[in-house]
């Protein structure tokens, strides 16, 4: 079965009691953070004992005497099938695989998310409502209430990389609420500085200098990611606003050098436009959940879409 990553971050409660565990995706320090909450969890249950291994193939269980729950961490899928699995389903313990999305272990990801007895957990770059969430869960558990504009700061600026966003999240929630400042929480955290949000405030330029900003800027999957998640910020703005007034009441006050140019963009919508930018976002989402290998391609296809939506 498949398991949403955020049941094991928030879910104090959540329950893991499966034989097999498959963490893989593409954003790595959230799925080493996965495979350390399923460990903890078993944790504290009972003693535990986790063991590396490299291949499940020619695994062989060793017994001693005061056996402790066991844990097998394997570091890739080689070996994994469904021929070797069933044949561990005896041995004590569990085992958990951690490998990165690849073309060889598709197979791999089907079996586990359809066998009982098996955990799926796919690993990207969390979109905006899963931070919103994650951030939402640190302010709870702390009690602290900070004002709107230093929120979406936070959510639009934190570090796209899961531990860089809580390592921020914990050095600023040490800051007293009167300490809550811009100023104080940039000193603090690590900022997501890479600018990738710049090739979409170049929208209104011609179309060979978008391509050559884009190749500039996005280089992987992951600047694909943070580029979709900030594009899909501002055209929600347009989407959910019913005039300007509205519309400009939403823009965060830090994007203040923006705000002539998301004002200018907003104009040139209307309700037939705002449906296909609709379409879109589910479209590009869709197509780079599918083919992350493809991903620099549908990228540079949505802003030039979204340019094309716009002028149109």
């Known amino acids: ?46 003693m535990v004992s986790v063991t590396n291994i490299d291949t499940i193939k020619d695994f062989v269980d060793e017994v001693g005497l005061f056996e402790s729950f066991k844990i097998f961490l394997g570091n890739s899928c080689k070996g994994v099938d469904e021929k070797n699995l069933n044949k561990l389903k005896n041995v004590g313990g569990i085992f958990i695989f951690v490998e990165e999305n690849s073309q060889k272990n598709k197979v791999v990801k089907s079996f586990f998310n359809k066998d009982r007895d098996s955990c799926l957990i796919d690993c990207y770059t969390f979109e905006k409502d899963a931070r919103i969430k994650i951030l939402n869960n640190f302010l709870s558990q702390s009690k602290l209430n900070i004002s709107q504009d230093i929120y979406w700061f936070l959510i639009d600026k934190l570090d796209s990389k899961y531990i860089f966003f809580e390592n921020g999240l914990k050095k600023i929630l040490e800051l007293s609420e009167k300490d809550f400042t811009f100023k104080n929480i940039i000193k603090l955290i690590t900022v997501d500085d890479s600018d990738k949000q710049s090739v979409f405030f170049n929208l209104l330029k011609k179309n060979s200098e978008i391509i050559d900003i884009y ?68 479209t590009t989402e869709k197509a780079l959940r599918k083919e992350s290998g493809l991903s620099l391609i549908a990228g540079l296809r949505f802003i030039l879409s979204i340019k094309k939506i716009t002028v149109s």
């Not at 963490?23 to 799925?31: A, C, P, Q, V, W």
């Not at 200018?264 to 930018?277: I, P």
């Open 1 to 46: 079965m498949k398991i949403n990553p955020l049941n094991f971050l928030l879910d104090k409660d959540f329950d893991v009691d499966k034989k097999f565990y498959f963490i893989s995706g593409n954003e790595t320090t959230l799925m080493e953070k996965i495979k350390l909450v399923i460990i903890a969890k078993y944790q504290e249950k009972e």
């Open 215 to 282: 190749r500039n800027k996005i280089v992987d999957y992951s600047d694909v990611n943070q580029l979709y998640y900030y594009s899909k910020f501002f055209c929600q703005l347009i989407i959910e606003s019913n005039n300007e007034i509205e519309y400009q009441k939403k823009i965060p006050l830090y994007m203040f050098k923006q705000k002539n140019f998301l004002i200018d963009v907003y104009r040139k919508y209307n309700s037939k436009k705002k449906k296909l930018l609709i379409r879109l976002l589910s």
